[in-house]
């Protein structure tokens, strides 16, 4: 069986490439743009964002998943850019907080944020911005319970909870 | 983190050759366990093996019925599938009431099968922990051991199983398809989680390289009617610290088939094959619910700072019993 497997594997391509563990050239697509940067394959997607894409919206709470500051799509998805490596982004669409303004104007959940007040410090608010905008796409904004559920991935320190949960019912209930 | 090199692959044969050969690789799949691994000094890799390529996302059903999970399907796609809502809703649920909506559209399922425990003492990369470092001790026995495990533990390791699905999965039968180095098999779910027993570093019978390629679900019809409870310190976004999976089958008055799993409470997705058995054929009343839950709990064994779960595990099995029974009533 073991030597099926091998030739099958011969069979089908040539092995692949390994990259690194130096820096690699990488090609990332972000809000849009091609972008080559060199990185070690290491490198989380977060820390190519901020510290080789100047990037800094995205912010940096724990680095281990547990905060969601980090949020960004990828493909149109929300996920948590310090649990993903760059090099791993390759093909894939990455939109950041920077990349969701609609021509030159700031999103519509952005201005809810800013007209009810949903942050204080503003550490974790372009996460939770990324994850409040994602609702609508889930389908998950439509109960209150719902909004609550859905949004425990991103943690605020200063506890703006209510207000976040209002600049999402206001967007939810402009586009009905 | 340590550096690495990095491969992406396109079939599994590559996946399980490149892994397979090399002590040193890794398969890196969603990442959420694997990379807070690496950055945290607990696990090392000098190479990961991306196998996100593979053609193994999908959920289909097959003739017989039976539901095959791919293993890079994603937490929140399966918990979307009509047909997975459906017939195993423990399994929809299970799945949603774990992690946040980013963590489920990145982590796989096979990953989450494969997750590491949350013992802070694990995941420290210093304290004493066999599991990390065989031999070391486990400072969990006298430590802070609130959230930790009250059956299947041993003197070398008491930490919970953190997932919640799999929860679900036991209480179904569930089978993990793999493939390695010597061809693919297939291992019963209760099975792949052993026990800590004197070698807590070794958690499943599968060898290096060998990826977990599919997640079967065998036809179980009372399953439909399954539904899962978690209990936490907080509403959302937390583990468990007692969870159940729960699906009883009704025939002429008493209960003809029984199936309750426990997380949150042991070192492996726990089949309450204890309270099964005082369930099988007893009327579908509390009393029987007391009895069965009970008996699952006997052989508990409480430290310092987790006693309360062993009350708490009993509720939350009468609990889900009850609502089960309830589900027969519309």
Redesign the interface.
Known sequence: MATETRVAAEGVAEPPSERGPSREPVALRVNGSLRDVDLEPRTSLLDALREHLQLTGSKKGCDQGTCGACTVWVDGRRVLACLTLAIACEGHDVTTIEGISVDGEPHPMQRAFVEHDAFQCGYCTPGQIMSAIALFEEGNATTEEDIAEFMSGNICRCAAYPNIRAAIREVRDAAN | ???????????V??A???VGGDPGSAF?AG??TK??L???GVEHS???V?I?ALALADVEELQDGTILIGALARMSDVARTPIVQERFPAVSEALLLG?????R??ASMGGNLCQRVRCSYFRDGVSPCNKREPGTGCSALEGLNRGHAILGASESCIATHPSDVAVALVAFDAVVHTAG???QRAISIDDFYLLPGDTPQIEHPLAHGELITAIELPPTPPAARSLYLKFRDR???EFALVSVAVALELNDGSISDARVALGGVATKPWRARHAEQELRGAPPTEESFARAAAAELVEAQPRTYNAFKVALAERAIVRGLRQALNGFAG
């Open positions: 983190m340590q550096p690495i090199s990095y491969a992406l692959v396109n079939d044969e590559a399980v050759t490149l890196l990442g959420t990379i807070d690496l950055r945290l000098d190479r990961l991306d996100n992690a946040s909506e980013q963590l559209n990145m180095l010597d061809g509403k959302s976004y």
